[in-house]
């Protein structure tokens, strides 16, 4: 049964909600940090496990739509197969010559890639960067002497090109020895060179910008990692998610066109503007021709 406390804290989240509703589905994160930063909620544990439940029977009973929370770690991989050959046939025809994006960044001096240390955030880094032709990298802690050879790959492919990093991460110990730990295997380990390694969030400037709260179980003494960033940055410890998706979003946009000639970049998608006409009467021909086979 719902107490009139849980229905008030349960507002909060709808406001929440709306107000972000561009941005659905978030996470419990974000929507936890959101109720924190509004000093609605005490940033703990606690209130984070009390969010948990009360998002979770605010969708069985009906409050909030399922869509507007997601998991966006676990993932369903679909096995499904089709009907018939009609209605596969119809759904090529749908998607024929949707595939193609042109390189717009063919004319660039820059070869970009962004770092994040969170896949639950990927979804808003991919949003903003793909249409700039730049790939998210999701590292998901200290990466492995695997994963950043295949980083060095794509350097080499890239050879004439300068490289940059923009990295993305949570401002707490583990977070901010991610980007030093990479460089420094690349560097010393791997032989890798004239690499222009950003840290472009969360930064200190970020966390007083923006009066984000603190993470409660990001600081664990007994770790060799929080003695030094203590010692460093003092109990300063936020997480990525704690920013505003709009205000993140704005971040990975002004550092990817710093980093562009954006009239090279503008010329690029005005040409590839055009193709994308080409292909589209392309597809209407080819279409008209199967289903008058059919």
């Known amino acids: 049964m719902w107490t009139d406390k849980q229905l008030e804290k349960l507002a909060w989240v709808k406001d929440v909600l709306v107000e972000l509703d561009k941005y659905a589905p978030l996470t419990l994160r974000q929507v936890y940090y959101q109720l924190v930063g509004k000093g609605l909620i005490e940033n703990n544990v606690s209130q984070y496990t009390m969010l948990s439940n009360l998002l979770k029977w605010a969708r069985i009973d009906g409050y909030i739509s399922w869509d507007t929370i997601e998991d966006r770690v676990r993932t369903f991989h679909n096995a499904n197969g089709w009907s018939s050959k009609d209605e596969f046939i119809k759904n090529e025809l749908?998607?024929?010559?949707?595939?193609?994006?042109?390189?717009?960044?063919?004319?660039?001096?820059?070869?970009?890639?962004?770092?994040?240390?969170?896949?639950?955030?990927?979804?808003?880094?991919?949003?903003?960067?793909?249409?700039?032709?730049?790939?998210?990298?999701?590292?998901?802690?200290?990466?492995?002497?695997?994963?950043?050879?295949?980083?060095?790959?794509?350097?080499?492919?890239?050879?004439?090109?300068?490289?940059?990093?923009?990295?993305?991460?949570?401002?707490?110990?583990?977070?901010?020895?991610?980007?030093?730990?990479?460089?420094?295997?690349?560097?010393?380990?791997?032989?890798?060179?004239?690499?222009?390694?950003?840290?472009?969030?969360?930064?200190?400037?970020?966390?007083?910008?923006?009066?984000?709260?603190?993470?409660p179980t990001a600081l664990k003494h007994t770790d060799s990692r929080s003695k030094k960033h203590i010692e460093q940055y003092g109990e300063l410890a936020v997480e990525l998610d704690a920013l505003r998706p709009d205000v993140l979003e704005e971040k990975i946009k002004d550092a990817i066109e710093a980093e562009l000639d954006m009239e090279q970049y503008k010329d690029e998608y005005n040409a590839y503007s055009q193709e994308l006409g080409k292909l589209s009467e392309l597809k209407n021909k080819v279409s008209q021709l199967i289903q008058g086979s059919l």
Not at 105 to 121: F, G, N, R, V
Not at 134 to 158: A, M, P, W
């Open 94 to 215: 749908r998607i024929f010559l949707q595939g193609y994006k042109r390189d717009l960044l063919q004319t660039q001096d820059k070869y970009i890639e962004i770092w994040i240390e969170k896949d639950a955030l990927s979804s808003i880094f991919t949003k903003i960067a793909s249409p700039y032709c730049i790939s998210t990298v999701v590292c998901r802690g200290f990466s492995s002497i695997s994963f950043l050879h295949d980083f060095k790959k794509r350097l080499e492919r890239n050879f004439h090109k300068e490289a940059v990093m923009l990295y993305f991460g949570d401002f707490d110990p583990s977070g901010v020895e991610m980007l030093q730990a990479m460089q420094t295997t690349l560097e010393d380990e791997l032989g890798v060179s004239e690499v222009l390694f950003k840290r472009t969030a969360l930064t200190q400037e970020d966390i007083e910008t923006y009066n984000l709260p603190h993470s």
